[in-house]
């Protein structure tokens, strides 16, 4: 049996396929942990979330923010932008199947190997937040996400505000900074306080800003953390940080990693990719 960690497929299924195909991937044997973004920008989005459904719990995705898109452009909650590949999905007769399979996935994700404990999430962690603390606030999300008040909460999602975790945040505020913070972080001042418009590399870091995973006194710093997003930051393979967003998308690598019998076992697999979008289009 093997476990494996995978960036960003967004809507790239042949790559996907490809991926699998080298790994060789047994779904009766194998388990896959999918980084978010699986969807938009690639022209397969449909065929992506078919084959995770196929597969059962041998691919085990979690959110991020363009697999969030795609359930508020579903309900309306949000319009299609340019760069938006989500007609596969939205316009096919099982749509209501991969919405709500969709929706039923979470923001983060733990996996035990031996003693250690890995966390998984698609953007990052608020200095601010342990591990218990990130997979208990993905949890508030995941109730709303799958019960009825799910349509409201979409309308709600969007915004940059609040940009810093509170523990007394309440109602639509605390659930979009806990939203933003586990799809969308990159930088972050010291004292937690999330940017949202900067993309650059992680040593291009604009003033007064530190990536996330640099935060001196981060609450999560003796946690290993697997996550995508940030394609500009590339593999970051280091003891503590698992970062797997290598550009699929833009023409650069689907990237997995595989898991051996502790965290620190670690063997990269990749294959090229066509690109789908260009950065600035």
């Not at 719990?57 to 938006?84: K, Q, V």
């Not at 979009?176 to 940017?195: K, L, Q």
């Not at 019998?261 to 289009?281: H, I, K, M, W, Y």
Request: a negative charge; proline letters at 5%; one cysteine or more.
């Amino acid at each position: 049996m093997a476990i494996y960690c995978i960036g960003d497929l967004q809507g790239c299924d042949s790559a996907f396929a490809q991926l699998l195909t080298h790994i060789d991937f047994s779904p009766s044997r194998d388990t896959l942990y999918l980084l978010g973004d699986l969807v938009n920008r690639g022209p397969e989005s449909a065929g992506v979330l078919r084959r995770c459904m196929q597969a059962g719990d041998s691919m085990r995705a979690l959110l991020g923010n363009h697999d969030l898109h795609l359930l508020a452009a579903a309900h309306g909650a949000r319009h299609a932008s340019r760069r938006d590949t989500l007609a596969s999905v939205l316009d096919a007769p099982d749509r209501n199947a991969m919405i709500d399979w969709v929706r039923e996935q979470p923001l983060a994700r733990e996996l035990r190997v031996g003693s250690d404990r890995l966390l998984m999430v698609h953007a990052g962690v608020v200095p601010q937040w342990t591990m218990d603390d990130t997979l208990a606030y993905a949890k508030e999300v995941q109730q709303i996400l799958r019960g009825p008040d799910m349509p409201a909460f979409l309308f709600q999602m969007y915004g940059n505000l609040p940009d810093q975790w509170q523990g007394d945040l309440a109602g639509t505020d605390r659930l979009r900074c806990i939203v933003n913070t586990m799809t969308r972080i990159r930088f972050c001042t010291p004292e937690g306080r999330m940017d949202f418009e900067s993309a650059e590399s992680a040593d291009a870091a604009p003033e007064g800003l530190l990536p996330w995973f640099d935060v001196p006194g981060r609450k999560t710093a003796g946690v290993t953390i697997a996550f995508g997003h940030w394609s500009t930051l590339g593999l970051m393979n280091r003891p503590d940080l698992l970062g797997l967003d290598t550009g699929c998308v833009w023409g650069g690598c689907l990237s997995a990693m595989r898991i051996g019998a502790t965290l620190s076992e670690r063997t990269l697999f990749d294959v090229q990719c066509e690109q789908s979008q260009r950065p600035g289009n």
